[in-house]
């Protein structure tokens, strides 16, 4: 086969890898094609083992490792051999004169900083699996891509051979293009991690003064919000809490943009009920339509449906303990888009079988809502990052304004309805009743607006089921934040809320305290808002 301009044939490489996974096949195959093999410590000691013959570094610096192994691989014996511009006559004059030979192909992979972190090692041990010659060659191997071949993943050794096969031995331009690009995101991710933690965990900053935010694709998507729009998941990488992102699925359509918007917002939602009863969170858009709290989980699911069943159709439908076989089959009769537990039983597994393009999830244990970490906004020209929105109350937080006490029903369900209008888009109005949502009024301009359209939806479910009642009577309304006017508490009056929790704090707060007296209604403040733009 002829050697194209753009191929470089492979006649030295350079092995120093952490993750020894297929090193040695590969090391096998290079070493039959022809490849002086050179590198490090326990990839070279790994190598030899496997009866491949390897030139140590230190042969070919002529210099001993030093320094714990600190000092390796940072010499110009080496970096001269990467950097080297082949086809300049100055730098092929250096490599004559001070006998430097070239490396051709570089596979390094670096020490395991994340994997260290994650395990909890004390700080001595963390700075000492700080990678500093992998870097330094990974960046100069890449730099000068147009002669040296980069690898960093045991995942593209497979490809790094078929290249070679389908070369002669070289590499071509377009391979060592891409492998380039792939080793600086590498060393980027790499140092995302360890600024982050030197930020975050050494130095205990909320802000630093550069912020390294990083990912790894995990998929690309079919598209975005709309059709027109291009979309991928990335996972981040350095510790992170588990989430929607690596949940398993066991069947179904591949996971939209929208598919994960809205599972994870009801993944978040339902882990504020972890313990305790069953509970099932059903979401439409990012917005909660339907949350209920029972002894059983198939009760939950009805009174969950029940709240909104027109918006529950193509819904999201999240559990908070394990999914069961009668509890399937009930969600199998409505149209639903993704069904998310922490494990799913196997009369579940079969009721969900017969619908095929259902997506079912499996998350194992639930997030913890109350975990730290940021939240991340980008805007025109920039990026908005705040602490994530973990704020919780007890009822000892509870502060009583009106004449009346609420009841200990009144204040269960006024919590409940708390838990859930913190998850819905302001202005978000939540009633809810004997552990279930009777009505939401999500993402209005004015809270009086949410109120009544909570109301409305609750009066439309009366009469789709034939309740004597809307359950807002003998309601608990929540809003996310403070009631401007008393118009929106009086539309929860006329609704039949009996007892009212918001975070207090407007200016017309004696005026507002005024009409719940009037209306015969009880009313806790608790300090706190929940804006969720």
């Given at each position: 086969?002829k050697i194209?301009?753009s191929?470089v044939?492979i006649?030295r490489?350079?092995l120093?890898v952490s993750?020894?996974?297929?090193?040695?096949?590969?090391?096998?195959?290079?070493a039959?094609?022809?490849v002086?093999?050179?590198?490090?410590?326990?990839?070279?000691?790994?190598l030899?083992?496997?009866?491949?013959?390897?030139r140590?570094?230190?042969?070919?610096?002529?210099?001993p490792?030093?320094m714990?192994?600190r000092?390796?691989t940072l010499?110009?014996?080496?970096?001269?051999?990467?950097?080297a511009?082949?086809d300049?006559?100055?730098?092929?004059?250096a490599?004559?004169?001070h006998?430097?030979?070239?490396?051709?192909?570089?596979v390094?992979?670096l020490?395991?900083?994340?994997?260290?972190?994650?395990?909890g090692?004390?700080?001595e041990?963390i700075?000492?699996?700080?990678d500093?010659?992998g870097p330094s060659?990974?960046r100069?191997?890449?730099?000068?891509?147009?002669f040296?071949?980069?690898?960093?993943?045991p995942a593209?050794?497979?490809?790094l051979?078929d290249?070679?096969?389908?070369h002669d031995?070289?590499?071509?331009?377009?391979?060592?293009r891409?492998?380039?690009?792939?080793?600086?995101?590498?060393?980027?991710a790499?140092?995302s991690?360890?600024?982050?933690w030197?930020?975050?965990?050494d130095?205990?900053?909320?802000f630093?003064e550069?912020?390294?935010?990083n990912?790894?694709?995990?998929a690309?998507?079919?598209?975005?919000e709309?059709p027109?729009?291009?979309a991928?998941?990335y996972?981040?990488?350095?510790?992170?809490a588990?989430?929607?992102?690596?949940?398993?699925q066991?069947?179904?359509?591949?996971?939209?943009?929208?598919n994960?918007?809205?599972?994870d917002?009801?993944?978040?939602?339902?882990?504020?009920?972890?313990?305790?009863?069953p509970?099932?969170?059903?979401v439409?858009h990012?917005?909660?339509?339907?949350?209920a709290?029972?002894?059983s989980?198939?009760e939950a699911?009805?009174e969950?449906l029940?709240?909104d069943?027109?918006s529950?159709?193509?819904?999201?439908?999240?559990?908070?303990?394990?999914l069961?076989?009668?509890t399937?089959?009930?969600?199998?009769e409505?149209?639903t888009?993704?069904?998310i537990?922490?494990?799913?039983?196997?009369?579940a597994r079969?009721a969900f079988a017969?619908?095929k393009n259902?997506?079912?999830?499996?998350?194992?244990?639930?997030?913890?809502?109350?975990?730290?970490?940021?939240?991340?906004?980008?805007i025109?020209?920039?990026?908005l990052?705040?602490?994530r929105?973990?704020?919780?109350?007890a009822p000892?937080?509870?502060?009583?304004?009106?004449?009346?006490?609420?009841t200990e029903q009144e204040?269960?369900?006024?919590?409940f309805a708390?838990?859930?209008?913190?998850?819905?888009?302001?202005n978000?109005?939540?009633y809810?009743k004997?552990?279930a949502t009777a009505?939401?009024?999500?993402?209005?301009?004015n809270?009086r607006?949410?109120?009544r359209?909570?109301?409305m939806?609750?009066?439309e479910a009366?009469?789709t089921?034939?309740?004597?009642?809307s359950?807002?009577?003998?309601?608990a309304?929540?809003?996310?934040?403070?009631f401007?006017f008393?118009d929106?508490?009086?539309?929860?009056?006329?609704?039949g809320a009996?007892a009212v929790?918001?975070?207090?704090?407007?200016?017309?707060?004696?005026?507002?305290i005024?009409?719940a007296n009037k209306?015969?209604?009880?009313?806790?403040?608790?300090g706190?808002?929940?804006f969720r733009?």
């Amino acid at each position: 086969m002829k050697i194209q301009v753009s191929d470089v044939t492979i006649r030295r490489a350079l092995l120093s890898v952490s993750d020894k996974s297929g090193l040695v096949d590969l090391g096998a195959k290079l070493a039959k094609g022809g490849v002086e093999l050179v590198s490090t410590g326990g990839t070279a000691r790994a190598l030899r083992e496997a009866g491949l013959a390897v030139r140590d570094v230190s042969d070919l610096t002529g210099f001993p490792e030093m320094m714990d192994g600190r000092v390796k691989t940072l010499h110009p014996m080496v970096h001269g051999g990467l950097l080297a511009v082949r086809d300049n006559p100055e730098h092929a004059a250096a490599m004559e004169t001070h006998d430097i030979g070239a490396i051709d192909l570089v596979v390094v992979n670096l020490y395991p900083f994340e994997a260290t972190v994650a395990r909890g090692a004390e700080r001595e041990e963390i700075i000492e699996n700080i990678d500093i010659g992998g870097p330094s060659m990974v960046r100069s191997a890449a730099k000068n891509h147009q002669f040296v071949t980069i690898v960093t993943d045991p995942a593209d050794y497979d490809d790094l051979l078929d290249e070679l096969a389908g070369h002669d031995g070289g590499t071509s331009l377009d391979f060592r293009r891409q492998m380039a690009a792939k080793a600086f995101a590498a060393t980027a991710a790499y140092d995302s991690m360890i600024s982050q933690w030197f930020a975050f965990a050494d130095q205990g900053e909320t802000f630093p003064e550069m912020l390294a935010v990083n990912g790894r694709r995990a998929a690309e998507l079919r598209y975005g919000e709309n059709p027109h729009q291009k979309a991928a998941l990335y996972t981040p990488v350095g510790p992170h809490a588990r989430g929607i992102a690596q949940a398993e699925q066991l069947q179904g359509k591949e996971l939209s943009y929208n598919n994960y918007n809205d599972a994870d917002a009801a993944l978040e939602l339902c882990a504020e009920f972890a313990s305790g009863d069953p509970a099932v969170v059903i979401v439409k858009h990012a917005n909660p339509c339907g949350v209920a709290q029972r002894g059983s989980l198939l009760e939950a699911w009805e009174e969950a449906l029940a709240c909104d069943s027109v918006s529950a159709f193509g819904g999201i439908v999240c559990v908070n303990v394990e999914l069961d076989g009668p509890t399937a089959e009930a969600i199998c009769e409505i149209f639903t888009e993704v069904v998310i537990a922490p494990s799913v039983s196997e009369e579940a597994r079969a009721a969900f079988a017969k619908k095929k393009n259902l997506r079912l999830l499996v998350t194992g244990d639930l997030p913890d809502p109350r975990r730290g970490g940021l939240a991340v906004k980008p805007i025109t020209g920039g990026l908005l990052v705040q602490s994530r929105d973990n704020g919780a109350i007890a009822p000892a937080d509870l502060k009583v304004v009106t004449e009346r006490e609420p009841t200990e029903q009144e204040l269960k369900d006024c919590l409940f309805a708390w838990t859930v209008a913190r998850h819905v888009k302001s202005n978000a109005i939540v009633y809810a009743k004997d552990g279930a949502t009777a009505g939401i009024g999500a993402g209005q301009m004015n809270r009086r607006d949410s109120s009544r359209i909570a109301a409305m939806k609750a009066a439309e479910a009366a009469e789709t089921y034939g309740w004597a009642a809307s359950r807002t009577v003998g309601s608990a309304v929540a809003s996310d934040a403070f009631f401007p006017f008393a118009d929106g508490l009086l539309a929860a009056a006329e609704a039949g809320a009996t007892a009212v929790i918001q975070p207090g704090g407007s200016i017309r707060d004696e005026e507002v305290i005024a009409a719940a007296n009037k209306a015969g209604l009880a009313m806790v403040f608790t300090g706190m808002r929940h804006f969720r733009h």
